[in-house]
Every structure is written in structure tokens, then in C-alpha cells.
């Protein structure tokens, strides 16, 4: 169930009006009261001598006997609606509601004799609407503030009194929506996504490729973002804001949006928070070898899981952040066929990454230096990079689901859910040719060796062995076991590590996912690449291409 509660008007019939109508499309039927504040308001719906001014009249009573002391904006407009597959209420549950919401908002509280006049309208089965004068009897404003999460509230305990459908609640941190005027507009010019969603994209891409400020404001204006950077009068930067330099307003002018508006996270104070320089993390180090920014990333993104469970809030926090800052970075540099599942999974997972906790950015700094030197390597040809890459990513990203639910964070656990669905899609086309190739050198392996690896799994994970044995992806397995012994590792410890992980009991393939989980522990080698250049504009100006051209697209548990 929920509410909706407009902007306070003047004009008291002419809500009642449009209550009683016959609607936008002649969806209204049966207007009728269902409750009022006494309990005998004119009803023009049931009462043929009943008419609107009526109504309208006795609601303004006290409005008029205010004068000059009434509020500009007198009228106060709630719907209440139910879920879509919640059972019909009858004209006495709803009436119950409406006074349930009328007490906690503020507007009428219960027993109070001066509570403001209000009446509940139902015109359709689904939902009423209440309508009040915010004059009470004693000719005061009624304390009504911070009315909408009181009214939400509300809602989520009729929900589970009523045994209707428990709607997923937010923590206002969430960026705000469109309005319908910009979705109009963006329509009107082709476009499936507002200049604010286009512009956010761009934003939220640009600071997981920027090393710092001055190269953030750089790369957005070479991706052809308009930028207005406001500075106090000491010159230090207070803010920005972003245009796209087709999208006027009325008089031909950009229309500008602060960072703060297309993001909470975005307003130029979160922004150099998240660039500031700290001191080098000692990441590049694995079983003594350098490892690339790719298999870095990987490295950060295998330890989330582990991080979210251990840490404290505000570490955990930041480290969903820097997650959702390598979801951004990889439609820049992931092949083509890949890009859109990745920007539909950056999409969703942005609403994953704020939530009331504060964030402890330094906690992350490492994997962030790391985000931002894979946008500056060259991609790896070797695809197996890409799909462990994937595969720890949506390990981390079912993490922050679950990290979520249990801090009841609503509609980000359902976002990185979401996520998690377009990474698994990505995952899998980017899996299948490497694990081909890993498998054709399975089939080549001798029936020795098959043998000597099949009783290893029976030994080592006795309850999956079967399942594994009998999986088209077995001969993959075997491979990648017998590398790992000839690399002189105990593959029983190494299974053992990789079946602690999550998600392991609901996976498609069992083998698949070892296959990818022992490459994470052991390393992978492909090619090696150029030792990435921070000062080098080549690549920034290709990401800026892409930035231009992003368009964000509209948002159980992963199997694989």
C-alpha cells in the first residue's frame, strides 16, 4: 500500500471536481464518500441533491471564518492505493485507513474535536483519496509536517494488519526521479532516458574513471557534458553543475542540474571525498607476482563476500560503494556484445550503493586505484580474465543483497538483486568461450587422470561429487585441477576454499563455478599488459566517447 500526498492547493472544488469526474481516461467509476470528518458530508456521489459546491462549502467552513490568517495553499490531497494482486476492500476498510492515515499525518488526529475537516473518496476499487482543509476549529494550521513518511509508516502496518502485500520502503537516499514533464520532453526528442538519468550515467561513470577533480570535470566535458563549476571567493571549488547542450529550457537556455540533484553521492563535496589521494595500498602483490589492474579488481571484488560479513557498517559501506564504481567502469572497457547487460547492471546496482550508513572511503581506497587503472589498460585478450571478473562481481553483488536484507534496506537489496540478474546474463556469455576452450583440454586429459580427479571431489566434497561428475562442465574441472597440482597447489585445500564461498548450492553448473573460483585462487596468466600510463589522455578520450553515448536503462538469489 501506498501513499501519495501532492502539493498543498487553493482550490477545493476543483480537486473535488476531478475526484468526481469521470477521470483522465474515464477510469473513475462510482465516485462516493466513504468517510468524512462527522460522518454526514453531502455525498454527490450517492446523494442526488448533494452537489460538488456543497461539499466544497462545508469543507471550506473554517477556511472562511480564517480570513486573513488561512494558509496560501489550504487544500491537502493524499491517495491511498493498494497493490495490484491485494484483495478488494470493502468501503469500511477503506474508511478505517483513511482515518488511521488522517491520525498519524497530523491532519486529524483521533478524538481531537478540532481536528481539521476531511473527507475519503473512492472512485475506483484499488484506492481513495483524501481531501482536507488545513484550517482546525480553532482556526490554527494542524501540525502536519514531515506528513509522507509518517503516512508510509502507517501504510506498512495496515499492510501486514490487513494481510496485504508488504511494499518495498526506501530510506530517502535514493536520487530523485524524473518528473513526467522531462519524461515528456525526452520522448518528444527520442530519447528513452531523461537528460537528469543521462546525465547521472555520465556522472557516475566519469568519477569511477577519474583520478581526481580537475581530471573529472576534464573527462566530462570531453564526453560533450556542458560544465559550470561555482568556486567561493577564495577560488576553492563549491560545486558544479551539468547541461547537455541540446536540452533547453523555454528560452534556449541549458537546462543545468547540481551534482547533488542527479545523485546524493554526486554534489562535488562526495565527489573529492571519493578521489581524495591516500597512500598506496599494497594490492599489486599475488604469490609474488605483479598482478594486473584486471585481476587487482578481481582480487578486491573475491574479498566483498568476506568484508561484508566481518566488517563493521561503514566499512561494509564503503566497500558497496566502490562495488558500484566497478559496475560503472566496465561498460567503458567490457566488448561490445557485453555492454549492455553491464550498463543494465551499473544502472540497478546504483541504487544499492547509499543507505543512511556513513561511508569510510579509505577503507576502499585500494580497489579504487585499482577501478581506475583497468580503464587505462589495455582489455586482456584473454576472455577468462572477463568472465572471473564477472564471476566474483556477482558474488559481491548477491553479498550486498543479503547485507541489505538484513539491515532491512528494502529497495536496495531488491536493486542489487536486479543487478545481480543483468551481471549473471553478462556472465554468461562472456564464460562460454574460455570455458570451451578449458574443456576441449579436459576431454584431451588420459582416463587416468579423469579418474585420479574424480575421486580427489569425492573426497574432497562428498555431498556434491555426483552432481559434479555428471555435469557437461566436468571435463573443464578436471583441467583446471590437474593445472593447479602441476602448479604445485593441493587442490583438496583448494576445493575446499572454493565451496566455502557463496552461492554455491544454487548454482546451474557446480563445475563452472569451481572452474572460475580455483583460476581467482591460483591466479590466472594471459597476456601481459602495457604498465598503465595515469597521465595518458588516449584512453580517457575513448571512455569519454563512450560516456557521451551511455544511456542508462530502467530497473532470488543468482544461480549459475
Request: hydrophobic share 40%; aromatic share 4%; with cysteine.
Amino acid at each position: 500500500m501506498i501513499t501519495k500526498i501532492g502539493k498543498a492547493g487553493a482550490n477545493t472544488h476543483g480537486v473535488l471536481r476531478y475526484l468526481y469526474g469521470s477521470g483522465r481516461a474515464n477510469e473513475h467509476t462510482d465516485p462516493h464518500l466513504v468517510a468524512s470528518w462527522d460522518g454526514f458530508a453531502p455525498d454527490p456521489g450517492r446523494d442526488e441533491t448533494a452537489t460538488l459546491a456543497q461539499l466544497a462549502t462545508v469543507l471550506d467552513l473554517r477556511v472562511k471564518q480564517a480570513g486573513d490568517r488561512v494558509p496560501a495553499k489550504h487544500v491537502w490531497h493524499c491517495s491511498v492505493r493498494a497493490a495490484p494482486e491485494d484483495r478488494i476492500l470493502t468501503d469500511d476498510e477503506w474508511a478505517t485507513i483513511a482515518r488511521r492515515i488522517l491520525n498519524a499525518t497530523g491532519i486529524a488526529p483521533a478524538g481531537d474535536p478540532d481536528a481539521c475537516r476531511w473527507v475519503a473518496v473512492r472512485h475506483a476499487e484499488d484506492h481513495i483519496h483524501i481531501v482536507a482543509t488545513k484550517v482546525r476549529g480553532d482556526l490554527t494550521p494542524p501540525r502536519n509536517w514531515n506528513d509522507y513518511p509518517r503516512a508510509d509508516k502507517e501504510c506498512a502496518a495496515i499492510e501486514q494488519e490487513y494481510g496485504l502485500r508488504q511494499v518495498v520502503r526506501g530510506d530517502h537516499t535514493a536520487a530523485k526521479r524524473p518528473t513526467r514533464a522531462e519524461q515528456e520532453k525526452a520522448l518528444r526528442a527520442g530519447h528513452t532516458a531523461t537528460p537528469r538519468e543521462r546525465l547521472r550515467t555520465t556522472v557516475r561513470t566519469t568519477v569511477a574513471a577519474a583520478t581526481d577533480t580537475e581530471e573529472f570535470f576534464t573527462i566530462l566535458r570531453s564526453a560533450g557534458v556542458l560544465v559550470d563549476i561555482q568556486r567561493f571567493p577564495s577560488g576553492d571549488i563549491r560545486g558544479y553543475k551539468v547541461a547537455f547542450a541540446d536540452d533547453n529550457n523555454a528560452q534556449g537556455e541549458p537546462v543545468w542540474f547540481s551534482g547533488s540533484t542527479l545523485g546524493p553521492d554526486l554534489s562535488y563535496p562526495k565527489i573529492s571525498e571519493r578521489l581524495a589521494t591516500t597512500e598506496a595500498a599494497s594490492m599489486g602483490q599475488h604469490s609474488g607476482r605483479r598482478r594486473t589492474a584486471w585481476q587487482q579488481v578481481t582480487d578486491a571484488a573475491d574479498q566483498i563476500p568476506d568484508v561484508l560479513e566481518q566488517a563493521d557498517d561503514a566499512v561494509g559501506q564503503a566497500h558497496i560503494t566502490v562495488l558500484a564504481e566497478t559496475l560503472d567502469a566496465l561498460p567503458l572497457i567490457a566488448p561490445a556484445s557485453y555492454k549492455p547487460q553491464l550498463a543494465q547492471a551499473a544502472a540497478a546496482f546504483e541504487r544499492a550503493s547509499r543507505s543512511r550508513i556513513r561511508t569510510r572511503h579509505q577503507q576502499a581506497q585500494a580497489t579504487r586505484r585499482a577501478i581506475k587503472a583497468i580503464v587505462r589498460e589495455p582489455a586482456p585478450k584473454d576472455g577468462a580474465l572477463l568472465a572471473i571478473l564477472l564471476d566474483a562481481l556477482l558474488l559481491a553483488v548477491v553479498a550486498a543483497q543479503h547485507w541489505h536484507h538484513t539491515r532491512h534496506h528494502d529497495q536496495q537489496a531488491v536493486a542489487a538483486r536486479q543487478a545481480a540478474e543483468h551481471l549473471h546474463a553478462a556472465y554468461q556469455a562472456a564464460a562460454i568461450q574460455p570455458l570451451t576452450v578449458i574443456h576441449q583440454r579436459g576431454l584431451r586429459l588420459t582416463v587416468t587422470v579423469q579418474q585420479r580427479q574424480a575421486a580427489l571431489v569425492r573426497q574432497a566434497l562428498p555431498d556434491l561429487a555426483e552432481q559434479i561428475l555428471t555435469e557437461p562442465s566436468w571435463p573443464a574441472l578436471a583441467a583446471t585441477l590437474t593445472d593447479a597440482q602441476q602448479a604445485g597447489h593441493d587442490p583438496t585445500a583448494l576445493l575446499a576454499e572454493a565451496t566455502r564461498r557463496r552461492e554455491l548450492d544454487t548454482a546451474t553448473s557446480i563445475s563452472d563455478v569451481l572452474v572460475w573460483r580455483l583460476h581467482r585462487l591460483v591466479g590466472v596468466t594471459g597476456e601481459r599488459p602495457a604498465h598503465p600510463d595515469s597521465a595518458s589522455t588516449t584512453r580517457l578520450g575513448s571512455s569519454a566517447a563512450v560516456l557521451g553515448t551511455s544511456r542508462p536503462q530502467p530497473p532470488r538469489r543468482s544461480s549459475r
